[in-house]
């Protein structure tokens, strides 16, 4: 089966661009979540979607901004970029076990991340 | 807020020498526990998950465990190979929740 697919894999933008970035989940996942790394604050989570629907968000500015289609691939988009954006954005697809009371347990499984360089 | 802790920041081990990374967490109601090693430049890999404290799992020289405030992550006899970050991260009970992450250990062996 294959893996989580992201492009373009590094990006280089001058500030006040925009970009879009791209995710195809695992096979029959239906959850997409995003997520910024940086060397000084980590792994911090973005967005999350499910059935193209937005089902959490983290508390990043109105910027950064997403979407999922019928097929479960994700974008995400950045406008006007700051130098501070740099980062690696890795995407994670969950098959997200679904229940009526809205809990479920489950991994994700990342992607090789996309490579955001702001200059 | 959930809260990930881990420790240490990095570790130096020579080759076959065991050693324990340690992760503590605050959570409201824990769902589930989990580990991911990543290499510089790639995605984290899913390594375990823990439920419920007193669970272990294990994957070749790797062995996690779970308490109710922490978990470890033992490596027995590791080899270069083994050299990565290791990421810890937790999911709360309520609703859709996400994952929080720690800030990871990195871990370097030395043949």
């Known amino acids: 089966k294959a893996g989580v697919t992201q492009t373009p894999r590094y990006l280089i933008k001058t500030r006040g661009q925009q970009v879009t970035l791209s995710c195809s989940p695992i096979s029959g996942h239906r959850s997409v979540s995003w997520y910024q790394q940086t060397p000084g604050q980590g792994l911090q989570f973005l967005f999350e979607?499910?059935?193209?629907?937005?089902?959490n968000k983290g508390n990043f500015p109105g910027r950064f901004s997403g979407r999922q289609f019928s097929n479960s691939r994700s974008e995400m988009n950045v406008s006007t970029l700051e130098l501070g954006d740099s980062a690696l954005y890795l995407c994670?697809?969950?098959?997200?076990?679904?229940?009526?009371?809205?809990?479920?347990?489950?991994?994700?499984?990342f992607g090789p991340g996309t490579r955001l360089t702001v200059t | 807020e959930d809260q990930v802790t881990q420790s240490p920041e990095a570790l130096r081990l020579q080759e076959g020498e065991s050693s324990s990374l340690n992760c503590s967490y605050t959570?409201?109601?824990?769902?589930?526990l989990f580990w991911y090693r990543q290499d510089p430049g790639k995605g984290p890999e899913f390594l375990f998950t823990l439920y419920s404290a007193g669970e272990e799992k294990e994957k070749e020289r790797l062995k996690a465990t779970l308490t109710k405030k922490e978990s470890f992550l033992h490596i027995t006899a590791p080899k270069p190979e083994d050299s990565a970050t290791y990421l810890c991260?937790?999911?709360?009970?309520?609703?859709?929740?996400?994952?929080?992450f720690g800030k990871g250990t990195m871990l370097l062996v030395s043949p």
């Open positions: 959570v409201s109601g824990l769902r589930g």
């Open positions: 991260a937790v999911q709360a009970s309520a609703g859709y929740s996400t994952l929080t």
């Open positions: 979607y499910f059935s193209e629907t937005q089902r």
């Open positions: 994670a697809s969950s098959s997200s076990a679904h229940r009526r009371n809205g809990t479920g347990t489950y991994e994700q499984y």
